[in-house]
């Protein structure tokens, strides 16, 4: 069974230095969620190893999803952190004085009765303030940083693995985790429940689980399914150009920890900006995903027409993701809540499909041939091989050269191709590019 990672949160007023901050103690220690360096996640969720144990870091300065619907706050932050971290990191700007706005959430921090630790960033600037400003805020735990010359944030990460639970992800190979997520009132909860009754053989409710996110654990055709229930991470009351505020900081977590998402998306309320943010973040940390199209039974005069004509718009929203499968559901009516059991089975084979190097290295020198990739006079991209390095989800390594001037059309033309030949249905695949030229003059260097 996994072991859920203790989450730290980066917070405070913008400007402070809270991203470079993230970079630096997610990079440096070269524990990036991802499996290849310089796969950075919008600054969103990285995760941090040392020889003490392992915490997940969330960047709060990354949280913002789809400004026209939906603009966290600082104290919307703020309040997520304590709601959802084991501790907590307030970051100032030492070059400016405490203002009202540091000291509220400097308040709420403490409040929480959780560990807080302030950092106070850009220390080495000349216009720095004396350490004795800051000390009215009230914290106890001060450590002093400048995240864009890396002084000080060894020290940061070595008193977290002091203090945090030591923890490691230690998953069942024979669990799937399927995490439901989405906006609040999509459905999530009525799906979940419908879900866990669908199968007879449920094993318990798990013991011990945070109160913002439900779980239960049930059996289908001999394999085990976690479900990850999202939906307490409402705020009730708090109601922003008319949606109502939800803790992104969960979301995020549940994606962590799945293997698979399904994004609930009300069939009353498609194609919005927030969804497609979800989207992009759950092939980002490289989850399976299925579109699941909720409260089907709500639409007036529904057939196979209706739903003929709502698909192409749908996969045309979510473009970037045209590998993720797209499912009406009802949970009042039942309709295709099975399928979805299936569709994750499905999935869960195919991230952890491995390829023969053989049949990889065809399917690149066919691709190659029937569409060359373009390049400048004489630096033309060269494919030498691939190979597979990873599954959940399937990475593959192509070495060659020149390939600076491979253009970002060209990757996807390969990605195409390779689920043309190999399925990856339901599952992002990942590409990482080798110029052994420039690998052998970086180690003359």
């Not at 890396?150 to 008193?159: A, F, L």
């Not at 962590?256 to 900006?273: A, K, P, Q, R």
């Not at 993720?324 to 299936?342: A, H, R, Y």
């Not at 999935?347 to 990889?360: A, F, Q, Y």
């Amino acid at each position: 069974m996994s072991n859920k990672l203790p989450t730290v949160a980066i917070v405070g007023r913008a400007n402070a230095g809270k991203s470079s901050l993230f970079n630096r103690m997610v990079n440096e220690k070269r524990a990036i969620v991802a499996r290849e360096a310089g796969t950075t996640r919008d600054n969103v969720v990285g995760k941090v190893s040392t020889d003490s144990g392992e915490f997940l870091l969330v960047d709060t300065a990354g949280l913002k999803l789809a400004e026209d619907e939906f603009e966290m706050s600082i104290q919307n932050q703020i309040a997520d952190a304590i709601d959802a971290a084991s501790v907590i990191l307030l970051i100032a700007d030492r070059t400016e004085y405490p203002d009202d706005e540091l000291k509220s959430i400097a308040k709420k921090a403490l409040k929480s009765q959780k560990p807080v630790f302030l950092i106070l960033n850009k220390t080495d600037l000349k216009n720095a303030l004396p350490r004795e400003e800051f000390l009215r805020l009230g914290i106890r735990d001060i450590f002093e940083t400048s995240a864009e010359h890396n002084d000080g944030v060894e020290q940061v990460i070595y008193k977290l693995t002091e203090i945090l639970p030591k923890s490691t992800e230690t998953d069942d190979p024979n669990t799937i985790k399927v995490s439901l997520i989405g906006r609040p009132n999509v459905g999530k909860s009525h799906l979940f429940n419908t879900l866990a009754g669908k199968q007879q053989a449920i094993v318990a409710p798990i013991a011990g689980t945070t109160r913002d996110i439900n779980r239960v654990k049930i059996r289908f055709e001999g394999k085990t399914i976690e479900l990850l229930d999202t939906a307490g991470v409402r705020r009730p009351g708090k109601i922003e150009q008319g949606i109502e505020k939800f803790s992104v900081l969960r979301s995020i977590s549940a994606i962590e920890e799945s293997d698979i998402c399904l994004l609930l998306m009300d069939v009353n309320e498609l194609n919005t900006g927030l969804d497609q943010k979800l989207a992009g973040q759950i092939a980002d940390a490289g989850k399976g995903l299925i579109l699941v199209v909720s409260k089907w039974d709500a639409v007036i005069g529904k057939d196979a027409y209706t739903r003929d004509a709502l698909a192409p718009q749908i996969a045309a929203t979510f473009d970037f993701v045209p590998w993720s499968p797209l499912i009406f559901t009802s949970s009042v009516t039942g309709q295709n809540v099975t399928k979805i059991f299936e569709l994750v089975k499905q999935i869960d084979i195919e991230r952890h499909r491995e390829i023969k190097t053989r049949e990889l290295n065809d399917t690149l020198q066919k691709s190659i041939m029937r569409h060359p990739p373009a390049g400048l006079k004489n630096s033309h991209p060269k494919f030498r091989y691939v190979v597979q390095t990873d599954t959940a989800p399937p990475w593959f390594v192509i070495y060659g050269s020149h390939f600076k001037f491979i253009h970002w059309s060209y990757k996807r033309y390969l990605e195409r191709q390779f689920r043309d030949a190999f399925g990856f249905t339901g599952t992002p695949i990942k590409f990482s590019f080798r110029d052994e030229k420039q690998i052998k003059a970086n180690r003359q260097e």
